[in-house]
């Protein structure tokens, strides 16, 4: 079936620092990704979505880009920041229906000063 | 404009209870979907309803997880009866379930269960 994986559990990170997180999908489709954001507390929110129009999503300092060649997805920051510290999910949809969605185990990143 | 709200927002259950979650999704909005959220796996998909009518009803959590959505603007699921291993977040979350827009998710529940 779908699997979308993140091996990493935890990046700890020194702030100004770069950021990768890194997303790796299984599908038998061409499905669209998506990064999910959650603080401490708070609802997780959409962060970066995969079909942009042939534009390189970005948000928050934040880009990634689908290689369809090697199934990834995977996250990028130049120069981490304190509030950037949160979970992240990477997560597939395999059509127009954004809602169903198929998640990764998530990344804790904890942003050091 | 109100989001997605779940309650309660934190339940502790005896094995063998039946507790019953509520979520009330944005207004207007056609797809309702419950996950559910543990440290090793990540975000699971429990149910999914469209314009009230469930779609998808969760594989491994038919057994003692139902979810019902009895009008557009309330969902509950019940889990019946617990067990220690369905300690969790549960959450609710929501879209209008057309091309390009976001789903929106509440805060969702912390469950445990004794």
């Known amino acids: 079936g779908d699997s979308v994986t993140q091996t990493e559990g935890l990046v700890t990170l020194t702030e100004g620092l770069p950021v990768m997180l890194n997303c790796t999908y299984q599908s038998t489709y061409s499905p669209f990704l998506f990064w999910y954001v959650q603080h401490l507390n708070e609802a997780p929110k959409l962060l970066l979505k995969?079909?942009?129009?042939?534009k390189r999503p970005e948000h928050q300092g934040f880009h990634a880009t689908l290689h369809k060649s090697s199934s990834s997805f995977h996250l990028q920051k130049s120069s981490a920041q304190l509030s950037d510290s949160a979970l992240y999910y990477c997560a597939l949809s395999k059509n127009y229906n954004q809602g169903k969605l198929i998640f990764g185990q998530g990344t804790k990143l904890s942003i050091k000063p | 404009d109100a989001g997605v709200t779940q309650t309660p927002r934190h339940e502790v259950a005896e094995k063998g209870q039946t507790i019953i979650l509520k979520c009330e999704p944005v207004?207007?909005?056609?797809?309702l979907f419950w996950y559910r959220q543990t440290k090793i796996q990540g975000l699971e998909l429990l149910s999914y309803f469209r314009s009230k009518s469930l779609m998808e009803d969760g594989g491994a959590f038919k057994d003692r997880f139902k979810a019902e959505m009895l009008n557009s603007s309330f969902s509950t699921l019940k889990i019946q009866p617990t067990e220690p291993k369905d300690s969790a977040v549960y959450l609710c979350a929501s879209s209008f379930g057309t091309t390009n827009t976001e789903v929106f998710f509440g805060k969702g529940t912390r469950l445990t269960v004794v």
């Open positions: 207004s207007g909005h056609n797809d």
């Open positions: 995969s079909f942009t129009d042939n």
